[in-house]
């Protein structure tokens, strides 16, 4: 840390504002200078235009380009010392690596209350403890409030207290702690957050951890071998082969040496049950990290971690960007999932974030998955990763084959076909549990005329709207505009509008009816709306009994379903002849992990999966011989075609509402760049324009530009030009357009 008291102050600070625009701002330091002295990493609050901003310092220095005396003063600044470093690196990185604004990516990576310009000292936390007579009622008293009583007997388990956001975590609420303090049985406390987190015992482990079986085992010793340099490890194992086990494991043995593990889940991956595996084996605060926090709570973690005080924590895409104090290890689960890449604004992408943070650190690196990215695998065929297998299951039963069931001719009630429903009935009655997954929430995909053939389109985008009966409209998914749904044909007048194909609303009332005596569950972005609805539907269902489970993707991933027998993909079609080349992944790495929920505990699994395409070789040989040997055939492909990830791609979109408009601007900077491209003998190919695969979206025309190049840094010299040239062109600050490096669809 400079001496300040010594070394003059600068007579100029350059910093990073949060605006679009790619340049730093000088400006002069006010009177007072902070008591570190000025140092970059330090925020604060700045006269911008009209407006103060919240900005931070990047340089500190005696010169300038503008005269020292048209520089503002800087109003104040916000911190005394420096935000943390490897956080400041991180932005650093990811703005030079996604070519995003500097200022933006700053702001964008901090919690909303130091965005505001919130100050970081004197923070207090809050919790809750059990009062002595807390301790001594009787929890069956409280059996008109089921609830009070569950968090009660929680909070007894933890002498020294909870903070909020724990209690929080496991779906309890601020009302439920007030009416035990108003009982007398709980009690609120605030302690400093500098208050020790460390229990003082030294004894990190809640509970024991389980003896490992051979393969992980050996994948931990693997991963364990150095732990003090960058190490990056695939862990691929299939679902239930037990990498939570690992991961847990391997989070001891680097808490254990004083330093801090980062796990990134996907968005929907962090469930309470995650959280609770986690909180019942450490007996160190574990951190979660969620969009469900309120600001204040999101700063309490993030100052956790940030100071060292909560060993372990666990957060989905934006955790990523948490500082910590004392690095040991990064894990990534379920590293091929979508939720990773952040589709607007600054769109980058935490796996691959991680991995260069994890180097960066010198530190390991587990990248989890049954269903590796063909990214990942590529780095572990050519060496770049290590390469651990789990092919076991922890349970009895390894993971059960896809029955492919042909679609075609067969009549279909709610989608299902007599076979399959004959299944269905086999199932129940045996007692078990279904899953029937159907990647359509709704009623049904639209509605159709059978009078005209006259079928709801929306009049913003090149879309369908989809038919709703819970409540009844007709609704696009792309832009959210809805209707009342018609009694007659809008074309030809008839009252003949049936509903076309089916959705999870659909489905789940053809099965209501053909099993009226077994509870229907249906699991979708509409049915679960309010928070704890998904958790208590889940519960419900783990306490076993027959009944049936209707449900998207959201069910397709992470939670465990001990007494589904039989899973039922409706369509498994959608992703076979997509434009997008990603999609095939996608839809394979999908039904993998749907079909990964089927007997998972004492019963053998079955997995029916529905086509009109059972001769499709993809789907064949995902159904034959696995997902790894459809990866395989599918990077082939990829070679082949010149396809990540053996070419890096970048796609510069645009958008405007005049057609005409957005291609004149894309076809201008199409060949402005590829006449650069040429000067400069960059092996870059620029593709394009064409139209994005849903043209109109929103009453705007989507235009796309494809940047390719088997050389990373050539790539990137590319899309700088582009950005500089979009940025210069009048006709280009009306339209809407960003740079998309490394998209993960191409939509
Ligand atoms: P994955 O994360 O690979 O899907 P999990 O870690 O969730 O798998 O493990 C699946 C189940 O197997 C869990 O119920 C877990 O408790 C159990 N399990 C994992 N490892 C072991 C082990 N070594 N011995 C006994 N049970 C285990
Ligand atoms: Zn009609
Ligand atoms: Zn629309």
Redesign the pocket.
């Known amino acids: 840390m400079p001496d300040s008291s010594r070394s003059p102050p600068p007579r100029v600070l350059r910093v990073a504002v949060p605006t679009p625009l790619r340049r730093l701002f000088d400006y002069r330091p006010c009177r007072e200078a902070p008591p570190g002295g000025w140092q970059p990493g330090i925020r604060v609050r700045v006269p911008f235009g009209r407006r103060q901003m919240v900005a931070i310092v990047m340089e500190c220095r005696d010169d300038s380009d503008l005269a020292l005396a048209d520089l503002k003063p800087v109003d104040a600044w916000l911190d005394a010392a420096p935000l943390p470093e490897d956080w400041f690196w991180l932005c650093r990185f990811t703005a030079r690596y996604y070519q995003h604004p500097l200022g933006d990516t700053l702001h964008q990576a901090l919690p909303v209350l130091l965005r505001q310009g919130r100050s970081l000292a004197g923070r207090i936390r809050e919790q809750w403890l059990v009062t002595p007579s807390g301790q001594a009622v009787d929890a069956a008293r409280l059996k008109r409030a089921p609830r009070q009583a569950e968090l009660l007997t929680m909070l007894r388990q933890h002498p020294h207290g909870l903070p909020t956001q724990a209690v929080l975590a496991q779906s309890f609420t601020r009302e439920q702690l007030q009416s035990l303090v108003g009982k007398g049985l709980v009690e609120r406390q605030e302690a400093p957050l500098t208050a020790a987190g460390l229990p003082a015992s030294g004894n990190l482990l809640a509970e024991p951890a389980?003896?490992?079986?051979r393969e992980?085992a050996a994948a931990l010793a693997a991963i364990h071998e150095r732990l003090d340099a960058f190490h990056p490890c695939l862990l691929h194992?299939?679902?239930?082969?037990?990498?939570?086990?690992?991961?847990l494991q391997l989070i001891e043995a680097v808490v254990d040496r004083g330093r801090q593990a980062l796990l990134l889940v996907p968005e929907i991956g962090l469930t309470p049950q995650t959280l609770a595996r986690f909180r019942q084996r450490f007996r160190v605060p574990v951190v979660a990290l969620h969009s469900g926090l309120t600001d204040n709570e999101r700063l309490d973690a993030w100052e956790a971690v940030a100071s060292g005080r909560a060993p372990i924590v666990i957060g989905t895409r934006s955790a990523i960007f948490t500082p910590l104090a004392r690095p040991g290890v990064i894990i990534v689960?379920e590293e091929h999932d979508g939720s990773f890449k952040q589709h607007e604004g600054l769109r980058y992408h935490a796996r691959d974030l991680a991995v260069a943070r994890a180097h960066h650190h010198g530190i390991p690196l587990v990248l989890?998955s049954?269903t590796p990215s063909l990214e990942s695998l590529h780095h572990a065929s050519r060496g770049d990763y290590r390469h651990l297998r789990?092919t076991r299951?922890?349970?009895r039963h390894a993971p059960a084959r896809l029955e492919l069931v042909d679609l075609r001719g067969r009549p279909r009630q709610g989608g299902l076909i007599p076979p399959v429903i004959e299944a269905i009935r086999e199932t129940l009655d045996a007692g078990h549990q279904v899953l029937v997954f159907i990647n359509r929430r709704g009623f049904a995909p639209t509605l159709a005329c059978h009078a005209c053939g006259w079928l709801a389109d929306c009049d913003h985008c090149d879309a369908r709207m989809t038919l709703h009966r819970q409540p009844p409209m007709l609704a696009c998914h792309h832009c959210d505009k809805r209707r009342p749904v018609p009694d007659a044909c809008p074309a030809c007048g008839s009252a003949d509008l049936r509903p076309l194909g089916s959705g999870t609303e659909r489905t789940e009332e053809t099965l209501a009816a053909l099993f009226p005596q077994v509870p229907v569950h249906r699991i979708d972005r509409d049915s679960t709306r309010r928070r704890d609805a998904f958790e208590t539907v889940l519960n419900d269902v783990r306490r076993g009994g027959p009944c049936l489970l209707v449900g998207t993707q959201m069910l397709a991933k992470?939670h465990?379903l001990p007494h589904v027998t039989l899973v039922v993909v409706v369509n498994a079609d959608s992703g076979l002849y997509a434009s997008d080349f990603r999609a095939l992944e996608h839809s394979a790495q999908l039904l993998v992990q749907v079909a990964?929920r089927a007997g998972?505990s004492s019963h053998p699994g079955r997995v029916l999966v529905q086509t009109l395409h059972d001769d499709d070789p993809h789907l064949r040989l995902l159904a034959q011989q696995g997902y790894d040997a459809l990866a395989e055939h599918l990077l082939a492909e990829r070679r082949a075609a010149g396809l990540p990830p053996f070419r890096f791609l970048a796609l510069l979109r645009l958008e405007s509402p005049r057609e005409e408009a957005a291609l004149a601007l894309a076809a201008g900077a199409a060949s402005a760049l590829r006449e650069w491209l040429k000067e400069r003998e960059l092996r870059v190919d620029c593709l394009g324009p064409v139209p994005a695969p849903m043209e109109r979206r929103q009453n705007r025309y989507h235009l796309q530009l494809m940047l390719a190049s088997d050389r990373r840094s050539q790539l990137h010299e590319a899309c700088s030009r582009l950005t500089t040239w979009m940025e210069a062109t009048p006709g280009a600050r009306r339209a809407r357009w960003s740079l998309d490096i490394d998209p993960q669809t191409l939509g």
Do not use: C, I
Request: hydrophobic share 25%; proline share 4%.
């Open positions: 389980l003896p490992l079986n992980q194992g299939v679902t239930g082969s037990g990498k939570t086990e690992v991961y689960d989890g049954a789990l299951r922890a349970s992470g465990h990964g998972r």
